[in-house]
């Protein structure tokens, strides 16, 4: 049986995509030409791949099990067609998808873009949220780098250590714990807002306070870190977060911030991809890019020198 490979790179486009007209746009084709290989892989497969609902298109429950590892396939055949290459960034067209805490997203994101943009200005860059619950898409190729505060466990997932972030406290002006000394017992009292993707109420902090006999009163978990900062800002809610990745967001908004009144462990932050991109160099010059943007969060502020004056003042 005679197969022409290149239904494969089609199928992954129109899986991607989820339209023939949207594959087309990617592979540079008619969609004429995208709706014949459609044919041809319907008729390879046996299966309709995409089905219409309405005015859009979904895939069948076969192509949703085949995606993972045809995007696969395709990326490891432009890796062994591509080893020897040059990497030529002014040419090169292809999207990666980043998935970074959404802190680290709004502090970091525009210049990632813009630095990718200057470079490579046919590279998209897709930046989702962060899900609610842990999968395995990092695995699947379906996301190229991924943010953390923990080294990964699973052997083919590679990290890189990119800064430690201490703990500050967040809260409005004119609140009742930016007077006097912020001491364990002031802090515990006050009322809190944790930070969490899936609502918990609980955080490390928690854990640390009950070991010194303190119990802190949360009252509600936000999803984002946009949203907790913008609640403390409105209420009396304090709110205990990363210093380097929400400096700016703190600052635009005029919130007040206070040391942490007890020691805590830095935070780490790690990029993380698949092992399958360690000798791609698009993914190379991606994650080395994202590196040096992130890194300049946890730069020494830069200080204007005031110029030497002499004896007499002059």
């Given at each position: 049986?005679?197969?022409?490979?290149?239904?494969?790179?089609?199928?992954?486009?129109?899986?991607?995509?989820?339209?023939?007209?949207?594959?087309?746009?990617?592979?540079?084709?008619?969609?004429?030409a995208?709706?014949?290989?459609?044919?041809?892989?319907r008729k390879?497969?046996?299966?309709?791949?995409?089905?219409?609902?309405?005015?859009?298109?979904?895939?069948?429950?076969?192509?949703?099990a085949?995606?993972?590892?045809?995007?696969?396939?395709?990326?490891?055949?432009?890796?062994?067609?591509?080893?020897?290459?040059?990497?030529?960034?002014a040419?090169l067209?292809?999207?990666?998808?980043?998935?970074?805490?959404?802190?680290?997203?709004?502090?970091?994101?525009?210049?990632?873009?813009?630095?990718?943009?200057?470079?490579a200005?046919?590279?998209?860059?897709?930046?989702?949220?962060?899900?609610g619950?842990d999968?395995?898409?990092?695995?699947?190729?379906?996301?190229?780098?991924?943010?953390s505060?923990?080294?990964?466990?699973?052997?083919?997932?590679?990290?890189?250590?990119?800064?430690?972030d201490?703990?500050?406290?967040?809260v409005?002006?004119?609140?009742?714990?930016?007077?006097?000394?912020?001491?364990p017992?002031?802090?515990?009292?006050?009322?809190?807002?944790?930070?969490?993707r899936?609502?918990?109420?609980?955080?490390?902090?928690?854990?640390?306070l009950?070991?010194?006999?303190?119990?802190?009163?949360v009252?509600?978990?936000?999803?984002?870190?946009?949203?907790?900062?913008?609640?403390?800002l409105?209420?009396d809610?304090?709110?205990?977060?990363?210093?380097?990745?929400?400096?700016?967001?703190?600052?635009?908004?005029?919130?007040?911030?206070?040391?942490?009144?007890?020691?805590?462990?830095?935070?780490?932050?790690?990029?993380?991809?698949?092992?399958?991109?360690?000798?791609?160099?698009?993914?190379?010059?991606?994650?080395?890019?994202?590196?040096?943007?992130?890194?300049?969060?946890?730069?020494?502020?830069i200080?204007?020198?005031?110029?030497?004056?002499?004896?007499?003042?002059?």
């Amino acid at each position: 049986m005679q197969l022409d490979l290149n239904l494969l790179t089609a199928l992954d486009a129109l899986l991607e995509e989820g339209s023939v007209a949207g594959a087309a746009d990617r592979l540079h084709v008619t969609a004429p030409a995208m709706s014949r290989s459609l044919g041809r892989i319907r008729k390879a497969t046996g299966d309709q791949i995409l089905v219409r609902t309405g005015r859009t298109m979904v895939p069948t429950t076969r192509a949703l099990a085949m995606r993972a590892q045809v995007h696969a396939l395709v990326q490891q055949a432009h890796q062994l067609l591509s080893a020897q290459q040059e990497l030529d960034l002014a040419a090169l067209e292809r999207v990666f998808t980043v998935r970074w805490h959404d802190a680290l997203t709004a502090a970091c994101g525009t210049a990632l873009i813009t630095a990718v943009h200057r470079q490579a200005p046919g590279v998209q860059l897709r930046l989702p949220a962060e899900p609610g619950t842990d999968d395995a898409e990092l695995r699947r190729g379906e996301v190229d780098l991924e943010s953390s505060s923990s080294a990964p466990t699973l052997p083919d997932i590679r990290h890189r250590l990119v800064g430690r972030d201490r703990l500050v406290v967040a809260v409005r002006p004119g609140h009742p714990l930016t007077e006097g000394p912020l001491s364990p017992e002031r802090y515990a009292a006050a009322e809190h807002l944790t930070v969490s993707r899936r609502g918990s109420l609980r955080d490390p902090i928690d854990d640390a306070l009950t070991t010194r006999g303190n119990e802190r009163r949360v009252v509600a978990a936000g999803p984002t870190t946009a949203f907790a900062l913008q609640l403390a800002l409105g209420t009396d809610l304090v709110v205990t977060l990363p210093d380097a990745v929400t400096r700016t967001a703190r600052e635009q908004l005029g919130l007040v911030t206070l040391p942490l009144p007890f020691l805590l462990p830095d935070v780490p932050l790690y990029l993380l991809w698949h092992q399958r991109y360690d000798e791609d160099r698009a993914h190379t010059w991606l994650r080395d890019l994202a590196t040096e943007t992130v890194q300049a969060l946890f730069a020494p502020p830069i200080t204007t020198q005031q110029p030497l004056t002499n004896q007499t003042g002059q």
